[in-house]
């Protein structure tokens, strides 16, 4: 197609290449004759088709007025259920990744390379726990020597576990292990660009031109000796470490981390090298789901089917580390994404394993069930960017005698079942009062749930009981009880859980004129029988599908909800309501809390979550909430932690480290905290937190605000007090509450 009018939202864009391909109305346009574009401070790419007379691409906005286009292609193999996408075989030694073989598990060692006994140790133990593939620092001459004793030492001992060289500014040092080691990781941010100091971000058309022909200069020898010795690679993006020139077209955007590796991918091409996989990793669930989307859909563009490395980087430690990653990972396996996947915990590198193997088990399920619905048209949900959409939140109706509106919170709502005998205690619906008050949290903030589910009420003369009920209702907690509680037992100004059946009989209209209604709906359900939600002014509904029905998918149940309401103009509030059974472990219940809800809520689709668990304490099933909530970018209730799993580069204990500053910062809600092992992703990855703790040298720590170091050099005994005095100084520190 010929090059058409830009449009007016591309007015002023300055191109590096002649002949922009856009057309008037961005119909449909050759891939092929797009060009790479600048948009002020706004970078925008449209990936050049390198296989002429292929695929015809449709491009949209992200979003409405937004300058960013991307391809409408397909991002994964359907929209309605779970199908696993196809790709080729990519061997890592004697272990076959792709979509004919078996999700496969990877970790990597904590321990300095150097120290072949300990690394080789540390191996056998990754080994012995199932994983598939280690992955190996490797960051100098020293560490390569290393490697080959690690790897004949490992062969000795009967153990053919292939092994990854992780390779960072250092092409030399990558020539030299691919010589013994199965695969080699490089960073297309590092390998050949400068080290990224977020100095530099404009290039001439011709500066970034010839680093291009410098990457391709110094790239190429080591895809002809990965040719040669039968090696495979990983191109892996990270969020936090892309170079400045591509930083200077693309910004710290998914884009640019799908740009960053498609420069490495074109070469391994022209160079007829196919043994390579891609990752897209960021320590943002959100952002990481963005970039792998995008990176499908290109490829989808170009016919290209290399596989998928999965992996949320920097995860953190325990729970939350567990849930940012089945957000991220759980989120693209349901969408049928993914060959071998990475839990990045700041923990010892066995313990990752037992997360991915639940991980792994449950995508593949899904794609083994082709779990999803019948068939609908998706037209509202976006899938490269974050756009919410917000239910609409309750209003106060004229001669109501309670104040509704806090029942939902503007940035997702945490929902409870609560028995009679919990009840009893209605301290478990607050989590330090105090320390709230303290921290001048607005009124409606104090109650840590947000509403509450009581599938029995007290009898009416259970007068503690319902004084209780009342207390929370006039805080402006709601209160859910089933329709046929309400009707035998009423409590007053509670809102009253309804069925589709209960709707189309009319049940509903026993209760009082004005009662508020909330609606459970599977999403399964015709469209017809859908229609009676037109007629009913519900305050939110509950999608609730049970768990045991296999060979229906939750999320695409969901989805197909969605469109609905979005087509029908119904913004009522959605909670996603998860039963989990009797003796769930805990792991597999954040997992599958990340996995179900994560997967709507990153695409902004939700207002909350209800997760019940006969067997599970309070605490904990509100905090899974809560870190759902957080980790889906929607409410911050406690401090948000980035931080890196430890490699062999890591200049001091990242594990104790993490625990001190955790125990002296974890009341500050709001603040992002970077705990960073060295300064491979370090500075880039502040991109994500408000306050970096960064290992510049041994027993060294280096301390930034953003992306800016404002402190080097800083003695290890010294570096947390630092640190709280630097957010002291930026004003976001309080102290923590005193404990009554």
Known sequence: MAAGTVPAAFSGLKSRDSGLGFAKSLDFVKVSDLKRVKFARTRVSVIRNSNPGSDIAELQSTSEGSPLLVPRQKYCESLHKTVRRKTRTVMVGNVALGSEHPIRIQTMTTSDTKDVAGTVEEVMRIADEGADIVRITVQGKKEADACFEIKNTLVQKNYNIPLVADIHFAPSIALRVAECFDKIRVNPGNFADRRAQFEKLEYTDEDYQKELEHIEQVF?????????????????????????????????????????????????????????????????????????????????????????????????????????????????????????????????????????????????????????????????????????????????????????????????????????????????????????????????????????????????????????????????MGVITPLSEQLTKPLPNALVLVNLKELSTGAYKLLPEGTRLVVSLRGDESYEELEILKGIDATMILHDLPLSEDKTSRVHAARRLFEYLSDNALNFPVIHHISFPSGIDRDDLVIGAGSNAGALLVDGLGDGVLLEAPDKDFDFLRNTSFNLLQGCRMRNTKTEYVSCPSCGRTLFDLQEISAQIREKTSHLPGVAIAIMGCIVNGPGEMADADFGYVGGAPGKIDLYVGKTVVKRGIEMEHATDALIQLIKDHGRWVDPPTEE
Request: contains cysteine; hydrophobic residues 35%.
């Open 220 to 476: 190429t020898p080591l895809v002809e000796k990965c040719k040669k010795y039968g090696r495979a690679m990983r191109i892996g993006t990270n969020h936090g470490s892309l170079s400045d020139r591509i930083m200077s077209y693309y910004g710290d955007s998914p884009r640019g981390m799908v740009e960053s590796s498609f420069e490495f991918a074109r070469i391994c091409r022209k160079l007829d090298f196919h043994n390579f996989v891609f990752s897209m990793k960021a320590s943002n669930p959100v952002v990481m789901v963005q970039a792998y989307r995008l990176l499908v859909a290109e490829m989808y563009v170009q016919g290209w089917d290399y596989p998928l490395h999965l992996g949320v980087t920097e995860a953190g430690e325990g729970e939350d580390g567990r849930m940012k990653s089945a957000i991220g990972i759980g989120t693209l396996l349901q969408d049928g994404l993914g060959d071998t996947i990475r839990v990045s915990l700041t923990e010892p590198p066995e313990e990752e394993i037992d997360p991915c193997r639940r991980l792994a088990i449950l995508g593949t399920k899904a794609a083994d069930l082709q779990q999803g619905v019948a068939p609908f048209e998706e037209k509202h949900r976006h899938y490269f960017d974050f756009q919410r959409r917000s239910g609409q939140l309750p209003i106060q109706k004229e001669g109501e005698e309670v104040d509704y509106r806090g029942v939902l919170h503007r940035d997702g709502s945490v929902l409870m079942s609560v028995s009679l005998d919990q009840l009893k205690t209605p301290e478990l619906l607050y989590k330090s009062l105090a320390a709230k008050l303290a921290i001048g949290m607005p009124f409606k903030d104090l109650a840590t749930v947000d509403s509450i589910l009581l599938r029995e009420l007290p009898p009416a003369d259970d007068h503690d009981a319902r004084l209780a009920l009342k207390r929370l209702i006039d805080i402006s």
